[in-house]
């Protein structure tokens, strides 16, 4: 009998709500494992605050030796604790981490390797090998499979295009669908116009080389990887089917991306039609590629909300980031968006190479003149894997500062050396205490920084008529108050074994 596997979701305590969408990751690396008759455990933190309790109980409760989680940059402070709970409480167990972090760490190291200069990001990946036993980076759906192994390497490379373990379009399609069941789909409370809804993803990747973006330098975040369209459409019935909702969230870097955007708007209103429901849609796209054609059918096919990230208002900063887009590129979308009744979601963010009070003076011009109907804004954070962190130089003064030249313009970004395994606060803030900068520039410091992206939002969200996002609720987790009774309550954790026939794509 193959080895019971236990799957981590670390929680992500740096959001405001954390049960808003499910890491569908971890959830696509169950779904191999199911499907080649390894027994799944399924953790899944997400909200949970002494979620070290949680792992130290299901120790206590099974006997599984094999545990693997997945880790975004901010989780990875989260991801580490329960590391070393494990590995306190079962110390002959096998630790495996996947996800975005590692995949970034790598990406950015083999870039140091490749220049004759190893330093900063081989200290992060020092870290992370000092916390578990196989690092896999890249695509996880095949390599698994080596990880579970006990001959495995420390680190397994599928984020190399030349692997047999990097995943083509095919790969992609035949795949199984993310195992949804072994999370409590129903404590997720997201909705799009008011019908609840879930995430999918349609394609991967994302070709653009912004500066302050992670994976520019990670083939399997950079490469663009598609399935078919009636693949999608499928995936998008099964879920309608199977959890009864006509709300979806699709998280690709870039809907518009692909030229086959039309074509599946033209499908789901075709499904829609068939079926005799309405669906409520709601991604990402990028401003400059938005044309009317793309605006017409996805308001048609659902669409009510797109989020872009126009990241800000100051030509300046525009070209400093190499967004692509300009200002008007950004004016002529939201135009658009507005024409054929689509609500506006502006990402935007503070503290890139350059930004001064000047430009943050222009972004808030430029929100106040072009009226999103939401907003998120943001301290920019150097990750590794992107251009602000991969391209920095140390400064010779200053062994804890990196400095990033975007060249054209020799506007300077200056960041902070930041532990990634023990601190996340740089990422939207913390709840309770809020933002905190670990960059500057040549003429705002971080607290400056700090305080023109507070004032910034609380202007405009007032003059917009924009109200503040609230916060969700954090559950506590006590076995002494009754919740513990032999097993772990069913929105903590999913097993295989609890359900008679694992999920099928919906067949039409």
């Known amino acids: 009998m193959k080895k019971q596997v236990c799957l981590i979701n670390p929680p992500s305590v740096f959001l405001l709500d954390e049960r808003v969408f499910m890491s569908l990751g971890i959830l696509k690396i169950a779904a191999v494992l199911e499907e080649n008759g390894y027994p799944v455990h399924m953790i899944d933190l997400s909200g949970i605050e002494n979620y070290e309790s949680v792992v130290l109980d299901y120790i206590n409760q099974e006997e599984t030796t094999i545990f693997g989680l997945t880790g975004t940059t901010p989780q990875m402070p989260a991801a580490s604790n329960i590391a070393q709970a494990i590995r306190s409480a079962r110390p002959q167990a096998k630790i495996i981490l996947g996800g975005p972090h590692a995949t970034l760490v790598n990406a950015a ?36 499979f080596e990880a579970l192994e006990d001959s495995a390497p420390q680190l397994i490379d599928a984020d190399d295009p030349k692997s047999t373990y990097f995943l083509s379009n095919e790969d992609l399609t035949q795949l199984p669908l993310p195992a949804r069941h072994l999370v409590d789909v129903e404590s997720y409370n997201y909705s799009v116009e008011g019908f609840p809804a879930l995430s999918l993803i349609a394609q991967l990747g994302c070709p653009f080389a912004c500066g302050f973006c992670g994976g520019r330098e990670s ?6 990887r598609t399935r078919p369209t009636q693949s999608i459409v499928s995936e998008v019935l099964h879920l309608h089917h199977t959890y009864n909702t006509q709300g979806f969230m699709f998280y690709d870097d870039e809907l518009n991306v692909s030229p086959k955007l039309v074509e599946l708007m033209h499908q789901l209103l075709e499904a829609q039609n068939k079926l ?38 100051a030509p300046r900063i525009l070209e400093n980031i190499n967004k692509k887009a300009t200002q008007d590129d950004n004016s002529r979308c939201l135009e658009i968006a507005k024409k054929y009744g689509l609500k506006v979601k502006a990402l935007m963010s503070l503290g890139h190479p350059g930004e001064s009070e000047k430009t943050v003076e222009a972004t808030r011009n430029w929100l106040l003149k072009t009226q999103p109907d939401d907003l998120d804004i943001t301290i920019i954070t150097t990750y590794p894997g992107t251009p602000y962190y991969d391209h920095a130089i140390q400064d ?38 809020g933002y905190q900068a670990y960059v500057f520039t040549d003429f705002l410091t971080s607290k400056e920084l700090v305080d023109c992206r507070n004032a910034l939002e609380s202007e405009i969200r007032e003059t917009l008529k924009i109200p503040f996002n609230p916060k969700g609720k954090k559950n506590h987790y006590d076995h002494s108050m009754g919740q513990f009774s032999g097993t772990l309550p069913q929105n903590i954790l999913r097993t295989s074994q609890s359900f008679s026939a694992l999920e099928e794509p919906f067949q039409d």
Do not use: C, H
């Not at 020799?410 to 990422?427: I, M, P, Q």
């Open 109 to 144: 190291f083999k870039r140091e390797i490749k220049l004759g200069n190893p330093q900063r990001a081989e200290v992060a990946l020092n870290q992370l090998t000092s916390f578990f036993d196989v690092l896999v980076f890249g695509d996880g759906e095949k390599a698994i």
């Open 219 to 224: 083939p399997s975040l950079r490469r663009i």
């Open 276 to 313: 005799g429901v309405e669906f409520r849609l709601r991604g990402f796209i990028k401003s400059e590629l938005f044309t009317e054609e793309q605006a017409k059918v996805m308001y048609q096919a659902g669409f009510r909300w797109i989020l872009i990230g126009f990241e800000s208002g």
């Open 396 to 433: 010779p003064n200053r062994p804890d500062v990196w400095i990033y030249t975007y060249q054209p313009t020799g506007d300077r970004l200056f960041s902070y050396e930041v532990n990634y395994n023990t601190t996340a606060k740089y990422y939207k803030g913390d709840p309770d205490e």
